[in-house]
């Protein structure tokens, strides 16, 4: 994600968690291609909102992090899904300025904040709903039980025991294989 995308975007939390009325601690974690002179910078963003108090960058698993979290505010990455297996709130945050290569908002269906009051408003809500209260990724989980339950993993044992059982003529020929073992989607570099 651009510098000029990023920066904003972490002040806009800032913003928007410091009006929440409740005990709050936000806990940002740098994506693994960001160097130092992000998380100085991101530091520099929290003194300069006067949020000492309740905003930190930390260098922790972001599983633990995710485990450990209410509500997952994510700007652009993969870790909104890992968030939304692990049946946390989760948000998708931007200044409205970029188009996200993933529509991970719609793919979810969580919210989509594009400034500081829509994220006072969902985090209040996520916060005062209580712990056990429905999540927003309630649906995304139950219309996609595989990314739970292991049963992936059970159907992929089926088709091998299958493919065993049934011997050579269980294999496709070389001419109904796709082409590529990878899908191909528009790629749009961020970094650079």
């Not at 520099?44 to 930390?58: G, M, R, T, W």
């Not at 989980?141 to 049963?151: G, K, M």
């Amino acid at each position: 994600m651009p510098v000029e995308h990023i920066l904003p975007v972490w002040r806009m939390i800032i913003r928007g968690v410091k009006a929440i009325d409740m005990p709050v601690r936000v806990i940002l974690k740098r994506h693994p291609e960001e160097g130092a002179g992000h998380v100085e910078r991101y530091r520099q963003i929290i003194v300069e909102e006067n949020a000492l108090d309740l905003c930190y960058v930390a260098d922790i698993d972001i599983k633990d992090l995710l485990i450990a979290s209410e509500v997952v505010l994510n700007c652009y990455s993969v870790t909104a899904i890992e968030a939304a297996i692990l049946e946390r709130n989760v948000a998708i945050v931007s200044t409205g300025d970029i188009d996200y290569p993933m529509p991970w908002h719609e793919i979810l269906g969580v919210p989509f904040c594009t400034d500081s009051d829509q994220i006072t408003k969902i985090v209040s809500e996520a916060l005062s709903s209580g712990q056990g209260a429905p999540t927003w990724v309630d649906e995304f989980v139950r219309n996609n039980p595989e990314l739970i339950d292991n049963s992936t993993f059970d159907r992929l044992t089926a088709i091998v025991d299958d493919v065993i059982t049934k011997g050579p003529q269980a294999i496709r020929t070389s001419d109904e294989l796709p082409s590529s073992l990878f899908v191909t989607a528009p790629f749009h570099e961020y970094l650079a």
